[in-house]
């Protein structure tokens, strides 16, 4: 049975307190979003929680959010307990100047791909990551292309006249 | 309209003998073995996979060993997108085969980049390598698939025996700077 | 008498003395991206020791398309196209998955009718993924015939999508509130005669393969993962199945009425390849058993819901009604904006968990859109399973994890 979303945020304010930022359920679902200083802290108390039980990581991805100013780049994380079906997302957010979150392989060894990803796409330092190189994009790309700043189309190409093509 | 009784080429014929030239025997032999190398690399694979299992058949049409090698391939099938990580392995791989070969570009990707302008993505393999036959279709089916074949056996049964030497070829192979 | 050819100094030391280093030297062998026993580009450096691998380096992204990219340009309706390319063996589910949750942020209930239609389409999607996964496994095994047995059944499924959809491989199957058409007779016709024959055919593959001894010696305790393994890197899906551990996705969140029908979830004991092999096989059965269950009790009702702003008119009342004109203009010209919100939808694919996570700004095109593919999360495990393989070994065992390449780089 699932752990109510009340009693499972409760937990996340007495584990970290201040490092607790902002918390929602939109449709249902926990979100919280934690400073990067309290966040490892937090997953392995979620993980090795006996009741709880978060034991596996669903998804790790990035977000750009160009209004936010201050915490542009973030990192969202999905848990997932499968002994009580519960679901939680925790997001982490950093400046876009020097991006930087503690690496989530301390605790998943999933998160190590996943945060390759996240930095091909959008350049966050996952300090403590073993092999923090990109993934899936040319090794010689010298920008992240997932920022909102960067256009989707190739820029070097002359055959496809752009008034034409909507663009 | 698949004619499976071949009638033979133009030539002269008696008794016992036949002559004809020499480019249209080798022409002829040439277009019923072109041995495939799938370069396949998504959706347009899983059609091609489905072409060559027992419903479509290419087998029938001279391509029955599938080489992996392309030092052992005629014709070099491109299916799916390439993207611009895996641009100078499938030139890598045109450049070992060896003469005679021939290039389809199967699919919408392969052919022009298909739905995916992006920054990631070759926009049509013609960019690093000439292309005989284009095949449009995402994925195409089977049956355009086969056709594609078809014009490629156009194509090695009415050139010359060497098309390497021609001035044309020898033209377009420098502008893709293949030495 | 010295050698004098070892002696001369301009030769290489091509018999070194210390035998030691000769024997220490491994050898890099470079499987991929083209090559044939690879499902897809991916490359994998391995270091060799003679035939036995000492560890590897996996590279992927040879065919990244920026999926994630595109559709932070693209309206909702014009993103299911993009699904379709993930895992294109099982491309219904993929449009499916993204369905519902573009369903889930708007609100939109679907009837139970196109509830039922989707569960069909998912299941045979299922199974024509299964098919390809088992009968490639065989083929890489060395049995051609297989292969070439169930591919003639995947032409069959084919022929459904053809008449639901039409189109053979990437199906852009549905819309956002429910199916673009109705099943029509000839559709519910072929689905109940492929229920009718293909069983027959896929106990025969069965026999050839499920206790045949060749094929058992080659995979059976090769490849094994053990459940702590596999949850760690984020497994889902058979091949967790086959570790031991039974979730899917259908049974823990389900979705699309999968809780009206009754199936089980077969799950193996080690985690070898043979069995996900035998994993795989017992869910084609068990999909048999949920496509008959809802062809049998498909509902009657509406095929699509009730959602004027998303789900396009018809099209005799867009050329003779005010409103449904409007509705048709404003929704493919982008015209109506969406919620503002995040959701996150998981369907079971055919590779495990596939999900969705959507946030939404309130524009025609997603503020960002994440897919979270099985494939590229469990395929970091495989350097790490092939460590101390054979060669030959860790080909079935790739082939085993069934990675397609379109899911892992997207």
């Given at each position: 049975m699932p752990f109510s979303n009340e009693e499972i945020l409760g937990f996340v304010q007495t584990t970290i307190g201040e490092g607790l930022v902002h918390s929602s359920e939109p449709f249902d679902f926990l979100t919280i979003e934690v400073k990067p200083e309290s966040l490892l802290h937090l997953v392995g108390s979620l993980k090795n929680?006996?009741?709880?039980?978060?034991?596996?990581?669903?998804d790790l991805c990035g977000v750009h959010l160009p209004e936010q100013k201050g915490k542009e780049l973030g990192a969202v994380y999905l848990f997932h307990s499968w002994t009580t079906n519960t679901r939680i997302r925790v997001k982490t957010f950093a400046p876009i100047e020097n991006p930087s979150i503690p690496s989530m392989t301390a605790h998943f060894n999933s998160a190590n791909w996943m945060e390759r990803e996240t930095y091909d796409f959008y350049g966050i330092n996952f300090t403590g990551h073993p092999n923090l190189v990109r993934i899936l994009n040319v090794d010689d790309m010298d920008y992240f292309p997932m920022r909102k700043e960067y256009p989707l189309e190739d820029q070097v190409r002359r055959d496809k006249v752009d008034s034409m093509f909507g663009r | 309209m698949i004619d499976t009784n071949q009638p033979a080429p133009p030539g002269l014929e008696g008794p016992g003998f036949f002559a004809t030239s020499m480019d249209k025997v080798v022409g002829l032999a040439r277009k019923n073995s072109l041995w495939p190398l799938p370069f396949a690399t998504s959706c347009c694979g899983i059609e091609f996979m489905a072409t060559a299992?027992?419903?479509?058949?290419?087998?029938?049409?001279?391509?029955e060993r599938p080489s992996f090698s392309p030092r052992q391939a005629d014709l070099l099938m491109v299916m799916g997108t390439i993207a611009k990580k895996m641009g100078p392995v499938l030139r890598m791989t045109y450049e070992q085969m060896a003469e005679p070969r021939w290039v389809i570009a199967v699919g919408a990707c392969a052919s022009s980049g298909g739905i995916f302008d992006t920054y990631s993505v070759l926009q049509g393999i013609d960019r690093i390598i000439p292309v005989d036959v284009y095949v449009p279709g995402c994925p195409p089916r089977p049956e355009q698939i086969i056709e594609g074949l078809l014009k490629i056996q156009e194509l090695a049964a009415n050139e010359t025996t060497r098309r390497r030497d021609t001035e044309e070829y020898k033209a377009l192979l420098e502008s893709y700077s293949i030495s | 008498m010295e050698n004098q050819l070892v002696k001369n100094s301009a030769l290489p030391d091509l018999f070194p003395t210390d035998k030691e280093a000769f024997a220490n030297e491994l050898t890099t062998l470079n499987l991929g991206p083209s090559h044939p026993a690879t499902h897809g580009v991916f490359q994998n450096v391995l270091q060799m020791d003679g035939e036995r691998i000492v560890s590897g380096v996996s590279t992927i992204g040879y065919i990244h398309r920026a999926f994630e990219k595109i559709a932070e340009h693209r309206p909702f309706y014009q993103i299911t196209p993009l699904t379709d390319r993930l895992n294109y063996c099982s491309a219904p589910i993929n449009n499916m998955g993204w369905h519902m949750t573009v369903e889930k942020l708007l609100g939109i209930t679907v009837p139970k009718r196109a509830q039922y239609i989707r569960v069909i389409a998912m299941e045979l999607a299922r199974i024509s993924d299964h098919l390809i996964c088992n009968s490639i496994l065989g083929l890489d095994a060395g049995a051609f015939s297989g292969f070439l047995y169930v591919f003639q059944e995947r032409e069959k499924i084919y022929e459904i999508y053809e008449e639901i959809c039409g189109s053979r491989l990437t199906t852009n199957m549905g819309r956002v509130g429910g199916m673009e058409r109705d099943l029509n007779p000839k559709a519910i016709a072929k689905i109940k005669q492929f229920l009718i024959d293909f069983p027959a055919v896929w106990k025969e593959f069965g026999d050839l393969f499920n206790r045949n001894r060749i094929f058992m010696d080659r995979v059976i305790n090769v490849g094994a993962i053990s459940k702590e393994m596999a949850m760690d890197y984020g497994f889902t899906g058979p091949n967790l199945r086959a570790a031991g551990i039974d979730y899917d996705v259908r049974v823990m969140n389900p979705y699309s009425s999968y809780e009206d029908f009754q199936f089980d979830i077969p799950v193996g004991e080690n985690g070898d390849t043979y069995d996900r092999f035998m994993v795989r096989n017992e869910e084609v059965w068990q999909s048999l058993r949920i496509i008959q269950q809802a062809i049998d009790n498909l509902p009657e009702g509406p095929y699509h819901a009730d959602a004027p702003h998303y789900y396009l008119p018809e099209k005799e009342d867009v050329y003779t009604k005010m409103e449904a004109l409007i509705y048709h203009f404003k929704i493919i010209m982008g015209e109506i904006d969406a919620p503002v919100g995040e959701v996150y939808h998981s369907v079971e694919g055919g590779n495990g968990e596939l999900g969705f996570y959507l946030m939404s700004d309130g524009g025609r095109a997603p503020a960002r859109l994440h897919f979270r593919r099985p494939c590229f999360i469990f395929y970091q495990a495989y350097a790490e399973m092939a460590k101390g393989m054979m060669l030959s070994d860790a080909i079935l065992v790739l082939s085993s994890l069934n990675v397609i390449a379109g899911e892992l780089d997207a």
């Open positions: 929680h006996p009741q709880y039980q978060f034991t596996f990581m669903t | 299992a027992s419903h479509y058949d290419i087998a029938r049409f001279g391509s | -």
